[in-house]
């Protein structure tokens, strides 16, 4: 089946636009989840929804950062007043009733 | 403080040749542990997971791990390598076991020498 899809696969904005990334999980998966991908940092969690519902949103690293999902599926990060530290690639996962997550190819964002 | 390592920032083998690549968490009780795989430009793909059980797990592509409590680690192994399985690897535990986030080691950079 279908997994993970991502869009758009590469943004690049300029500094102190909005941006918004979507994720579209894996039919039936009630979990999904954001990390953040860059050199100096790694791999980091930052929200996890069960459902339409946020229980851990603890590794956003700003008020700018935001993220909702609607009907229990689709997922929008979106990133306000963009800054250069936040380029980076942004990875979406989804799981199901097991306990792996399914990740998605990513959104390269460059923020200029 | 809580985390996961990969001791081994590079590593580079023969065509043909055993692998083995290190992870060590510190996490007070026994977590849920994955290794991902991933390819320049691509997401991150399961290889294998461990929760319970029998400690030798197997996964895709014919790479096993081996959990090891008394350790603390989860060491990735392949008995031959191929070319193709040049790529970044990441340890990964969900240390509530409740399918919450996963916490990631820095990774380990393979290169395979033809």
């Known amino acids: 089946g279908a997994g993970v899809s991502q869009s758009p696969s590469n943004k690049v904005t300029e500094k102190g636009k909005d941006v918004e990334l979507r994720c579209d999980p894996i039919s039936g998966h009630t979990a999904l989840y954001w990390y953040r991908q860059s050199l100096g940092q790694g791999l980091e969690f930052l929200i996890y929804f069960q459902g339409n519902s946020a229980p851990d949103k603890s590794g956003l690293p700003s008020d700018r950062f935001s993220a909702e999902r609607t009907g229990g599926s689709v997922s929008t990060l979106t990133i306000q007043r963009t800054q250069q530290e936040d380029s980076a690639v942004y990875l979406c996962?989804?799981?199901?009733?097991?306990?792996?997550?399914?990740f998605g190819p990513g959104t390269r964002l460059t923020v200029t | 403080a809580q985390s996961v390592t990969q001791p081994d920032i590079h590593i580079t083998v023969s065509e043909g040749a055993s692998l083995e690549l290190r992870c060590n968490y510190s996490?007070?009780?026994?977590?849920?542990l994955f290794w991902y795989v991933q390819s320049p430009g691509q997401g991150l793909q399961l290889l294998l997971k461990y929760f319970s059980g029998d400690t030798l797990v197997q996964g895709i592509k014919g790479f096993e791990a081996e959990f090891k409590r008394s350790q603390s680690s989860f060491n990735l192994r392949k008995p031959s390598v191929h070319w193709s399985d040049a790529a970044e690897y990441f340890c990964?535990?969900?240390?509530?076991?409740?399918?919450?986030?996963?916490?990631f080691g820095t990774g380990t950079q393979l290169k395979v020498e033809l």
């Open positions: 996490y007070g009780a026994t977590p849920y």
């Open positions: 990964a535990v969900d240390r509530t076991g409740g399918g919450n986030k996963l916490t």
């Open positions: 996962a989804s799981r199901g009733i097991s306990y792996e997550q399914y």
